[in-house]
């Protein structure tokens, strides 16, 4: 489990918050492993991971030999006009093909920097998150605080969730007893079943804000390979538009034209700035609580529900706590 989370075992030891006489025992928190059940309740919205940076690129466009093209006499002026378009037709295809992934590999090269916002959203959604589930936890605490004692002296313990059997006795008041305790364990249970509804809820709504804005980014990023299609298109279609008129390729009946070679052009595509994977947003939400801080602050409140003091020397209770930690731990 990951060693982020307070709040939980503030939870946890509230569940059992009660009255009881003052006893003294010892607890050897040597002896326990510590952690938290944080991530039992729900699994928190994923931090997207970053695409890597597009390095650096050099793309060569071949070019193109000198040429003679001579039309023949027996070509009619439609044909020779047929034979030039279909190669301008060709040449417009040829060249969007190359543009486009030239053009697409200058966009996709800049994904990781319009994806980077999307990191420090998924930071303060969590954060919100957490800041909503520590009040809602303070009603849920004051709401379940005078019904554990209560169950606790008709249970005489603390298996506040353990089947009740019918009572063998006629008895009024063993009745009433039996009674009260299958209430208040109604009212328990309902407690636990809307706070749990709740903090679901509120990590639900967290991953659908980082999922919207996930889905705003992807969408600007595919228009801007739409664009640059489009404009791959019309950069085509304007040069190959441009050589034909330096070339004056409109048939006039035999016409001999000479083609000039046209050079390879390289053109360099700059690579992105590589974008740090994100931390993980749990551990920034929590950095510096300990499992020893976390089991010491569940030790506190154990202590405070049963009415104990710690001092060395007295009975060892090591087992008892962690009896206790266990039965809370798989309560949540």
Request: with cysteine; proline share 7%; glycine share 6%.
């Amino acid at each position: 489990m990951p060693r982020n989370s307070l709040a939980w075992p503030l939870l946890l030891g509230a569940l059992a918050l009660g009255c009881a006489p003052s006893k003294t025992v010892w607890v050897d928190l040597g002896q326990i492993r510590g952690g938290s059940v944080i991530g039992q309740v729900a699994e928190w919205p994923r931090t997207p991971t970053p695409p890597s940076a597009m390095p650096s690129q050099t793309a060569t466009l071949p070019g193109l030999p000198a040429r003679v093209v001579v039309t023949t006499g027996d070509q009619t002026l439609a044909q020779i006009q047929k034979k030039i378009d279909d190669d301008v037709a060709l040449a417009i295809r040829s060249l969007t093909n190359r543009l486009r992934r030239i053009y697409a590999a200058e966009v996709r090269g800049k994904e990781a920097e319009l994806m980077a916002p999307l990191k420090e959203l998924a930071g303060l959604a969590v954060e919100e998150a957490f800041a909503e589930v520590s009040m809602r936890f303070e009603a849920y605490a004051a709401a379940r605080g005078p019904i554990l004692p209560q169950l606790s002296l008709l249970l005489n313990g603390t298996d506040y969730y353990k089947p009740l059997e019918p009572p063998l006795s006629d008895s009024k008041v063993v009745l009433q007893r039996f009674s009260r305790a299958l209430e208040l364990q109604k009212q328990l249970k309902a407690l636990d079943a809307e706070f749990k509804e709740e903090i679901s809820r509120l990590l639900a709504e967290a991953d659908r804000k980082v999922r919207a804005r996930e889905d705003e980014l992807r969408a600007a990023f595919a228009k801007l390979l739409l664009d640059a299609e489009d404009r791959a298109t019309r950069d085509a279609q304007s040069d190959v538009a441009k050589r034909r008129k330096d070339l004056k390729l409109e048939p006039k009946g035999q016409i001999r034209l000479n083609l000039p070679a046209v050079a390879p052009e390289r053109r360099t595509l700059a690579g992105g700035n590589p974008i740090p994977v994100p931390p993980d947003p749990r551990d920034r939400a929590w950095t510096g609580i300990t499992d020893r801080e976390a089991l010491e602050s569940e030790l506190r409140i154990w202590l405070a529900a049963n009415g104990y003091k710690l001092s060395r020397g007295a009975r060892d209770a090591t087992k008892e706590f962690q009896e206790w930690r266990s039965r809370r731990h798989a309560g949540l």
